[in-house]
Each structure stands twice: as C-alpha cells, then as structure tokens.
C-alpha cells in the first residue's frame, strides 16, 4: 500500500498524540460533543437545507454548519444582475441568523481545512469539530491546471463569475466599461458542470444587455461540447428570435489557453479569439474539500454516493451531496442540491438513531431567462430503481417549443427564487 | 392497467428490496419535501405566483394534480412534474399538506375591496367555498389566507376559457363585473 502525504502526515500525527508528543499545529477543539451531532460542511444550497431539515426532523441532534462566508450570493439569478435586469445582488444573498434562531442550527463561520474520516472530526480556521456524521455541501472548484495561464490573478482580469458575489460583480462592470461595437468572448466547459442551462442563460442576459445598450457589440460564444447541452432547441429559437447578429455561438470549441496580456483566449492552444471582455468558465471539480479528504472517485472530480442516503462510496459516516457528488442523471443545480439536501437529511437522522433508510424522491426545475420577460424550463421526477437514480419515465421535460409559456414562466421564476432562498433562510 | 413500481409499493408498503441496500420507499413527507423548493418549506409559499399547499384540502390537491396529469387543467410546470407520480402517491402528498398548519401570507391587501368581497362573497361562493374560504366543499380548494396573485392569475385563466370553470362556479362568476371578482379575491386573501 502507498501512502499520499496527507495519509502520511495523518499516521506521523497520530504516532506523535499516542506517545504523549505535543500535537504540534494540532487545533484546538473548537466546540466539545455531548451528544449526537451532524457537522455540515457548506451553507449553500445543499448545506443550508441539510442542516434546517435534520433539526426539523430530530431535535435531538446537533447541527454545526460550517461555512467559511457570514453570508451566501445565489448563482441562480446572478445572470440577471450581469445582463442589468437586477440593479444589485441584494435580492440575491442570504443570512444564517434564523437558521440559528428558527431552528437552532449552530452557525459557525470557518474555512474547513481537513477533514479526518477515520477520527470523524474535521479541522478548521477556527479548531477542530468532531462528528457522528458529516454532510458535505461544498459546490465546486475550478480545475485550473485544464486553462494554461489561468490562475487567480487572470481570474480578475477574465472573471468567471461562476461562484455569485465580487467576481459577478466585476463582471458586470467590464460588460459596462466595455465601447459599443465591442466584443465579448464567454468559454463554456465541457460537461458535467455546475448547471447545464447556465452558460446559455448567460448569454442571453448578455445579448440582452448589448442589444439595449450596445447594439452594434457582439458576444462570441466558444462552447468545448459539440452543442448546447441544455433546452438547446428552445435557446437557438429565443437567441434568433431576439439576439440576432449578436450571438455568435461555435459549438466544439475548447479553450485550453489563456493570455492575458494580450485579452485573448487559445482554442485547442492554437487558435486565438481576442475580446474586450472575456468570461472565462472552466472546467470543474468538486469542491476543494473534498478532493483533499479523499471523497472524489476514480475521475478524480466528482464524489460517488450512495443514491439513496448520499453516504460517500470512498468514506463512511460522510455524506456528499449538491454540485460535488454523482446523483446519476440529476444536473448540478440548485434545486437538485436542494432535493438532495432533504433525501440525505432524511436518512442521515434514520442512521444516527439505527432506523431504516428511504428512498429517495427528488425533484428539479431550472428557469432560464431568455429575455427580461421570457423564461423557458427544464423539469423532472427522480426515483430509485435496484440502488440507482433514475429520471421517472414519462414525466417531466422542457417548455412547449414555440415559447406559448415563456411569459408566465417569467414570472414563476421569480417565486421559484424567492422560496427556496425563504427555504434556505429561514 | 398496471400500477408503476413506485405507487405499487407505496400503495401495498411493500419493501423494494434491492442488491444495493435495503431502504422503504419514499415516505409521504420524502415525496412532499421535495415539492417545497418551489411551493415553502411543508407548503408555506413565501413566492406570490405559486400557490400555498400547507393545509389546504386534500380532496382539492388529488384533483388538482390529477388534472395536471391529463392536462385538462393547464399548467407550466406542473404537467411535466405530476406525470411522475402515481395515484397513490398523490394521496400521500395531498394528505402530507393538508396536515400543515396554516401559513400566513404577508401581502398588501386594498381594505375597500375586502369589504366589498366579504358582503359578495356567503351569497355568491358560500355554498362551496365554506366558512370564508377557510374550507371547500368536496375537492373545492381552501382559499383562505393564499397569494392574492395567484388566485388572480387562475381567475384569468378561468374567464379566458383556458382553466375550465366547475358548473355551479361558471353560473354565479359569469354575470359578476371585473371588479366584483377582484373584490372577492382581495377577501380570501385577507383570511387569516
Ligand atoms: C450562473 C449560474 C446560474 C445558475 N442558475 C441556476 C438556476 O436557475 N437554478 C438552479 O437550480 N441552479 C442554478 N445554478 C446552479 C447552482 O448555483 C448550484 O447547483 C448550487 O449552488 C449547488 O449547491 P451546493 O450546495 O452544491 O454548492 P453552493 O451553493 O456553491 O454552496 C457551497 C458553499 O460551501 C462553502 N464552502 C466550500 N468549501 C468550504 C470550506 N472548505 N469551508 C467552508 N465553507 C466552504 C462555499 O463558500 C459555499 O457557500 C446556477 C449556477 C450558476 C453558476
């Protein structure tokens, strides 16, 4: 057996406690166990649901969700702030203090560092919290080394704006400070991805933008899949209905390369597509934590769970649910991570107090705007059948393809947002 | 007709036994929370266009859904989503948020058309929609204290033909005025 430095830094530190050493940069423990006690890693949109939920349905066990920002910036909707629709990202953030209140969820606001499968505690900014469960609701991180050049000063140059807060922000500033008959490249990675309509939906917040306000502007779509891997008959008719002449979307087009000296991206590291705003979208992974405690699989992205309690096929006791773990044919979104959040929360309470385990039912729905007014939407039932994940035959698809719906939608999409953040808040 | 493999177990508490693991079929509560990403958690809707389900009637939720599922009753969303479950399992989450306390809605009401609707309203609706909305009459939906867009959003619906009125509703709303109807919508909306 071969040991990675983490495992074997781990044995040095457990040799080291057992004879009586000092555990040198060992923290200290932040909050001592009494009782049973669930750490959740992550107030996002898995995190925050998963921690509500288990106290709605045992009070008995303590809740600690640990998230590194005293506050959470929605992606859904954050294409409407950059395309000017949205005057500020207000209607988009949330607090934990009810959580706290209406719940008793302990909040605590820290970076986790590591998390030690075998001790059940996990190590963070603050010290260290140990767990009967651990539920794991990090989103995802950026394989970086897949974009030659594209580092974290780049990504203030050419923002990615794929995690809600400043980089959406400055964003929407270059999109501003950008001159009428300028070009903006946007780069789409090849999937999985965190949600599948996104880039799409972008893009029509863009074109919207420029149409209004920069009309002789364009925005040059390089997409590394070989087509829009989302509702895309339903985006080419809004983007011809509306965006014509300003879309420019190029379908198998992987930027493997970025300068940013020059404000030009490489496509396949040969050829050069240069822009006055460039947003950046890269590959990505599960969220650094984790890929440090071991949790992703054989891809080395994405976490295999169990389909039904989200347990980690790689760690037991450990849950992994949202953008970072595989639930079959359900997308990375936030109303997945949502309905992942409440199947894991029922069965982690069923393991804790040695019940049986529920299968799952879920559900998603993603709203795309179009235009101010428009929407279109993806919809579907999932099920467990013989142990996997499954998308209810029969059941749930896209808009009608002659946008019949797409103003009502609109303004479904509007209470979608406002309850599942109420959801994930209060 | 054959019951999906989901409803059946449901509906007979038969375990899926799998190679997989041994787990229960989704419970009532399982199937319903999923519903409350875009309905509130246990169906208290914070989102004025979507329709609060915590304790409204559970007749007025089977018929609801079944009407989303053959597409007699039009819809966005909710065709494609109640096309995914079985018979039984709309029972189980009608009868799931039918059990939910009331959920207070927090909306801007005009106090006039309140007044106006309350004197309209035991002549007009009373026979069905019992005890100032607060109760419904075999499947007729409780509309006490719900989303005042909403209720005007299905009342467009209706008096464009694309939702079908019940009989007995058809009878006292054709002769009403515009107005008329807003005021009563304004009442059930502010019954707390
Ligand atoms: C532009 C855009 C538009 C989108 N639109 C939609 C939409 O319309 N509908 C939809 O359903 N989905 C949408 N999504 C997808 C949605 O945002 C994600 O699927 C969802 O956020 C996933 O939830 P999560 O809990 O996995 O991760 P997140 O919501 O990202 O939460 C992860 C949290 O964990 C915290 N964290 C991570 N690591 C640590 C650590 N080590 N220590 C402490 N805290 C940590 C982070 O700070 C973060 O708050 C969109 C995404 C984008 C980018």
Request: charged share 20%; hydrophobic share 40%; aromatic share 6%.
């Amino acid at each position: 057996m071969t040991l990675d430095r983490r495992s074997f830094l781990k044995l040095v530190g457990a040799g080291a406690g057992a004879a009586g050493l000092p555990l040198i940069g060992r923290a200290a423990e932040l909050m001592p166990k009494a009782g049973k006690r669930v750490v959740v890693i992550g107030g996002g949109y898995g995190g925050t649901i998963a921690a509500k939920y288990i106290r709605m349905m045992d009070k008995s066990i303590e809740v600690v969700m640990i998230e590194r920002n005293d506050h959470f910036v929605s992606c859904p909707f954050s294409n409407l702030y950059i395309g000017g629709i949205l005057k500020d990202l207000n209607p988009l953030t949330i607090k934990y203090d009810k959580l706290a209140s209406n719940h008793g969820v302990k909040v605590v606001q820290a970076e986790v560092t590591a998390i030690d499968p075998a001790a059940k505690v996990v190590t963070t900014s603050k010290g260290t919290v140990s767990y009967d469960r651990l539920v794991v609701s990090p989103g995802i991180d950026f394989r970086l080394d897949e974009v030659k050049g594209y580092d974290a000063a780049a990504m203030e140059k050419m923002p990615h704006a794929w995690k809600a807060g400043p980089q959406t922000v400055l964003l929407r500033k270059q999109l501003e400070a950008m001159k009428d008959g300028g070009t903006m490249v946007m780069s789409v990675p090849l999937a999985p991805y965190r949600c599948p309509p996104g880039p799409y939906e972008r893009a029509s917040m863009v074109a919207h933008y420029l149409k209004k306000n920069k009309p002789k502007s364009k925005l040059v779509v390089l997409d590394a899949n070989p087509d829009i891997t989302s509702k895309g008959p339903l985006f080419k008719k809004g983007w011809k209905d509306n965006y014509e002449g300003i879309i420019d979307y190029r379908p198998a087009k992987k930027v493997t390369e970025v300068n940013v000296q020059a404000m030009a991206v490489l496509v396949e590291g040969l050829e050069e597509v240069k822009g006055d705003v460039i947003n950046l979208i890269p590959p990505q992974r599960a969220g650094q934590i984790a890929v440090a405690a071991g949790l992703v699989g054989d891809d080395k992205k994405w976490c295999p769970v169990n389909q039904t309690t989200f347990e980690s096929t790689k760690h037991a006791g450990i849950h992994v649910i949202g953008d970072a773990c595989v639930a079959g044919p359900m997308p990375k979104s936030g109303y997945s991570a949502n309905s992942e959040a409440k199947v894991c929360a029922a069965n982690v309470v069923a393991l804790i107090n040695g019940k049986e385990t529920t299968d799952l039912s879920g559900i998603n729905t993603c709203y795309s705007y179009i235009t101010d007014k428009d929407a279109i939407s993806v919809a579907a039932v999932y099920a467990v059948k013989e142990g996997k994940i499954i998308a209810v035959p029969n059941s749930g698809g896209v808009s009608p393809a002659d946008y019949s719906a797409s103003k009502l939608e609109a303004i479904y999409a509007q209470s979608w947002l406002k309850n599942i953040l109420t959801e994930m808040s209060t | 007709m054959m019951m999906k493999w989901r409803g059946w177990a449901l509906a007979t508490g038969v375990l899926a036994i799998s190679a997989m693991a041994q787990a229960a079929p989704p419970s009532a509560a399982m199937l319903s929370n999923a519903c409350a990403g875009c309905h509130g958690t246990n169906g208290g809707s914070a989102g004025p266009s979507m329709p609060t389900l915590a304790s409204q009637s559970k007749e007025a939720i089977e018929a609801a859904m079944k009407k989303f599922k053959s597409g007699e009753r039009p819809s966005t969303i909710m065709g494609r989503l109640a096309k995914g479950y079985s018979d039984a399992e709309i029972t189980a989450m009608a009868e799931f948020f039918s059990k939910q306390k009331l959920h207070p809605t927090n909306q801007t009401l005009d106090k006039a058309k309140i007044a106006k609707g309350a004197s309209l309203q035991e002549s007009n609706c009373g026979r069905c929609h019992i005890e100032d909305g607060k109760e419904g009459k075999d499947d007729t939906p409780v509309m006490a204290s719900q989303w005042l867009p909403y209720m005007q959003m299905q009342m467009t619906d209706y008096l464009s033909g694309k939702r079908k009125m019940p009989e007995k509703m058809k009878e006292k709303v054709d002769p009403m005025s515009k107005e008329d109807l807003e005021a009563l919508l304004h009442f059930y909306a502010s019954v707390k």
